[in-house]
C-alpha cells in the first residue's frame, strides 16, 4: 500500500480517494508513450500531454484514475492559473478512456472538473457526449455538442510548387500576436474578447503558418490549438483559389511533424472546400470522430455565443 508522501516523492500527487495528479517528467514521458499505442481514439490527450513534456507553455496538468494501469486520463489548465470562466476556448479538457465507467465516476465523485465556469470537453470516442451529458445535467449545466470528421496528415515529405512567392510579395512566414484580431473576427467561433486572447496565446506558445500580402497582411493561415490540433485554417474571400490554403496547410503539417508532434485536424461535415482539399493532399479522414462539447452553468446561460 502506497502512502501519501510516497506518491508525492514519485511525482505524483494524490487527491482524495483515486484521483491522481501525474507531475513527475519521467512518468509523463512513459504517459506519451503509452498514449500513442491508443491512436487515433487518444490524439487530443496525447497531443496536451506532449506539450506538457515540451515546455508546457499552456499551463496543463493530467489527471487520472491510477498509475500505471490507468482506465482513464483528463488533460486540463492547472488549478493555479488565472482564469476567465466565460473563456471555454482556454478552459478545455481532453479526455482518453479505456473504460468509461471508470471517466464517469471521476466526473461524479471527485475534484476533476470546475463546474463553476464555462468550459469544454473534447475527445474522440462516441460515448463521451452521452455520459458527459449526464453528469453535466445533473450539475444544471446545458451541454453543446458540435461533431466533425477527424483527419490525420501524412508524412509531408515536400511542399507544393511555391514559385508564385519568388518575389518579396506574397510571402509564406508565420503568425504574430498582432494578428489576433484579423484571426478572431474570421473565425467561426470567435468575434469575442475571449476568443481574441485564447487566439493571441496559441498565436505566442504553438506553429502557425501564414502567407502575407504586400503590405505585410495574412491573407491565408493555419494555427496549431493546446492540444496539438491544426484548426483555423482560413483564406480571405479575394485571395481564394491561388493554391495558398493548400500550402498552408502542408507547410503547418510538415512544421508539426517535423516536431515529433502528429499533424491532426478537424473538419465538419458540411465544409465541403475543406474536405475537398483535405482528400486532394490525401489527409486520412479517421474512422472515429472528433466531439466538442461546451458545457455552461445555469448562470452565464445567454452570455456565451
Not at 42 to 70: C, T, Y
Request: net charge positive.
Amino acid at each position: 500500500m502506497f502512502t501519501s508522501k510516497f506518491l508525492i516523492r514519485c511525482g505524483i500527487a494524490a487527491a482524495p480517494e483515486k484521483m491522481l495528479v501525474l507531475n513527475c517528467s519521467t512518468k509523463l514521458l512513459i504517459l506519451e508513450k503509452i498514449l500513442k499505442s491508443h491512436f487515433p481514439e487518444s490524439l487530443k490527450v496525447f497531443g496536451a500531454v506532449m506539450n506538457i513534456n515540451r515546455g508546457n507553455p499552456f499551463q496543463k496538468e493530467v489527471v487520472l484514475d491510477s498509475w500505471p494501469d490507468f482506465k482513464v486520463v483528463i488533460t486540463r489548465r492547472q488549478k493555479q492559473t488565472e482564469m476567465d470562466n466565460l473563456d471555454h476556448y482556454t478552459n478545455a479538457y481532453a479526455v482518453f478512456y479505456k473504460d468509461i465507467r471508470a471517466y464517469q465516476q471521476l466526473l461524479e465523485e471527485h475534484d476533476v472538473i470546475n463546474w463553476d465556469q464555462v468550459f469544454q470537453i473534447q475527445g474522440l470516442q462516441n460515448e463521451l457526449y452521452d455520459v458527459s451529458k449526464a453528469v453535466a445535467n445533473s450539475k444544471q449545466l446545458d451541454v453543446k455538442l458540435t461533431s466533425f470528421k477527424a483527419v490525420h496528415f501524412s508524412p509531408v515529405s515536400s511542399l507544393p510548387d511555391t514559385h508564385f512567392l519568388t518575389g518579396s510579395s506574397p510571402r509564406l512566414t508565420y503568425l504574430s500576436v498582432a494578428d489576433a484580431d484579423l484571426l478572431n473576427q474570421t473565425w467561426s467561433r470567435g468575434g469575442n474578447e475571449q476568443c481574441r486572447r485564447y487566439i493571441a496565446n496559441l498565436i505566442s506558445c504553438f506553429p502557425s503558418v501564414c502567407v502575407r500580402d504586400d503590405k505585410g497582411k495574412p491573407v491565408s493561415w493555419a494555427i496549431t490549438d493546446q492540444f496539438a490540433t491544426m484548426c483555423h485554417g482560413y483564406t480571405l474571400p479575394d485571395h481564394r483559389r491561388k493554391g495558398y490554403s493548400r500550402l498552408v496547410a502542408l507547410t503547418l503539417a510538415r512544421k508539426l511533424q517535423s516536431r515529433g508532434f502528429p499533424s491532426q485536424g478537424n473538419v465538419l461535415d458540411d465544409n465541403k472546400a475543406s474536405i475537398s482539399l483535405l482528400k486532394s493532399v490525401h489527409a486520412e479522414f479517421l474512422p472515429c470522430r472528433f466531439h466538442r462539447l461546451i458545457l455552461t452553468p445555469k448562470a452565464f446561460s445567454g452570455l456565451i455565443q
